[in-house]
């Protein structure tokens, strides 16, 4: 599967209901400053100045499906205490949370954290991780099955909430509608989650649940092969850090992805960011191939950022279409594909700055000019005119590279984020579509008169006219190649 047809499937991807089931945390933080010793014990007193409180645990897997633009449900427990009110005031902001019970004996799950200049100095955890009681149990599982959903995530972070009932009734419910479920597990023994539709484990929670190593990917196709059949398991997707992401299914050959990332910052969460990615494309309809590659995706994007964040659809969408050449250029007249990547471009807050021209013989003059252009603002739309069009500005033996070929060398450059072509002897009409916040040419059209300078400059809009490399030109180079 190509990239291009993985960008029309996640365009393409409905809004589902997806429910989140399990461990709802509240993560406190205690900022301050530790310029001392405490005189009663060997301990920093830190001095505070800031305190502030973000969703963990289940909770960060219900800020990663809102971003992916889906509906959510949280279905859970929390206490009927201030931490509670917290935990349910911030869930509300991003799903339906009439599935979130509140227990008068059981306190909010709460880690605290005591940060000193950035150092963590002591976490305090507040919990009771015992089991729900049965009446808990009853009122969650009728929660869950009298709700309507496309796809369910269960969250275990081993608190109490995902006891052998509940897991046993969602399991049932999920096949019942044919729904998939989605665990990602706390505890050794995986066989608990048997029924799941898929369980994913980092390679550590994989290799202690099998009690051996899983160090190459042999190990990992058959060690992974038994734990998935043992357990009961639809299919087993093990999460490998920098070197991706390895599924093991029981209706196909395992697949192994390497990570999509271009640098590990941290993996704080990244787990979140593959459990909600993966449901909303099987809760979609897509099949493994395409799903595990946008879960892939979307992890490389959560790794390369500090801390526990969530990866947005618009933002992965941009992602895919700008790591990858091909999927900057916008085939020829096909507008619908340009409005959407201009669409994404302009919603991602970006400057649009355009330029246009033959690009025949790419050479040193028009990298240096593009990336002046580029540096005027954050996205460097290029129109690049179509062989008739080369043929009747330029003469009949031109162009020398036909314009597939040309497109591809201009997407190739880093400075450049969209490609288009067009059919025009002028780019009038591209840039009217386009509305650039700045249009750019050589210094050389001075005194000829920018085409779509006045469009651009009504709307509030700036020309500029950059200088050229002396002696870089694709007719000079053409003539050259003759004489010799």
């Known amino acids: 599967m190509h990239d291009r047809e993985l960008i029309a499937l996640l365009r393409e991807l409905p809004s589902s209901r997806i429910a989140v089931v399990g461990d709802f945390m509240l993560d406190h933080y205690v900022w301050g400053d530790a310029t001392r010793v405490s005189p009663e014990a060997p301990v920093p007193v830190v001095h505070t100045r800031e305190e502030n409180f973000c969703l963990g645990g289940a909770g960060n897997v219900v800020a990663n499906l809102k971003e992916l633009g889906v ?3 949280s279905f859970g427990v929390c206490g009927k205490d201030a931490p509670g009110e917290e935990l349910s005031a911030r869930l509300e902001e991003l799903s339906d949370c009439s599935g979130l019970l509140k227990s008068d004996p059981r306190p909010t799950t709460q880690k605290i954290r005591v940060m000193a200049r950035s150092q963590q100095v002591l976490r305090v955890d507040r919990e009771d ?3 729900l009681s049965e009446q808990e149990e009853a009122k969650l599982v009728s929660s869950i099955q009298s709700t309507e959903w496309d796809a369910i995530i269960l969250s275990d972070y081993g608190k109490g909430v995902l006891t052998p009932t509940v897991l ?3 399991f049932a419910e999920s096949k019942k509608r044919n729904a998939p479920s989605l665990v990602d597990p706390k505890h050794r023994d995986f066989s608990r989650y048997s029924g799941a539709t898929v369980v994913t484990p980092n390679r550590a929670e994989a290799e202690v649940a099998a009690g051996c190593s899983l160090s190459n990917f042999d190990d990992l196709g058959n060690v992974g092969e038994s734990l998935r059949f043992d357990s009961g398991l639809d299919s087993l997707l093990i999460t490998l850090g920098n070197e991706g992401m390895f599924l093991i299914s029981e209706k196909q050959e395992p697949i192994h992805l390497p990570t999509a990332a271009r640098q590990v910052f941290d993996v704080t969460g990244a787990g979140d960011t593959v459990i909600s990615m993966l449901a ?3 809760a979609g309809g897509l099949d493994w191939q395409a799903s595990i590659r946008l879960a892939n995706a979307a992890a490389g994007l959560a790794v390369a950022k500090v801390g526990t964040t969530a990866v947005g659809r618009e933002e992965l ?3 895919l279409s700008a790591s990858t050449p091909a999927h900057k250029i916008v085939p020829e007249g096909d507008a619908a594909t340009l409005e959407s990547s201009l669409g994404t471009l302009r919603r991602e807050g970006m400057k649009l700055v355009f330029t246009n021209g033959c690009f025949d013989i790419l050479h040193a003059g028009h990298v240096r000019y593009l990336q002046e252009a580029r540096r005027m603002g954050d996205a460097l739309v290029v129109g690049i ?3 008739e069009s080369v043929r009747r500005l330029k003469g009949e033996e031109r162009p020398f590279n036909q314009l597939d070929d040309r497109c591809e060398v ?3 450059l880093e400075c450049v984020d969209l490609v288009v072509p067009f059919s025009e002897d002028t780019p009038e009409e591209l840039i009217q579509q386009t509305c650039p916040d700045v249009l750019v040419k050589g210094a050389d059209w001075k005194d000829k008169g920018v085409v779509g300078a006045d469009f651009v400059e009504a709307r509030g809009g700036e020309v ?10 694709t007719t000079g180079l053409a003539d050259k190649i003759r004489k010799k």
């Not at 500029?464 to 030109?473: A, I, K, M, Y």
Request: aromatic letters at 0%; a negative charge.
């Open 71 to 73: 509906h959510a449900l």
């Open 129 to 131: 991780a015992h089991p």
């Open 168 to 170: 046993s009734a969602v």
């Open 280 to 282: 909303v494309s099987l």
């Open 317 to 319: 969408l941009h992602h």
């Open 385 to 387: 005119n179509s062989d």
């Open 410 to 412: 201009l997407a190739a």
């Open 464 to 473: 500029v006219l950059v200088d050229l490399v002396p002696g870089r030109s």
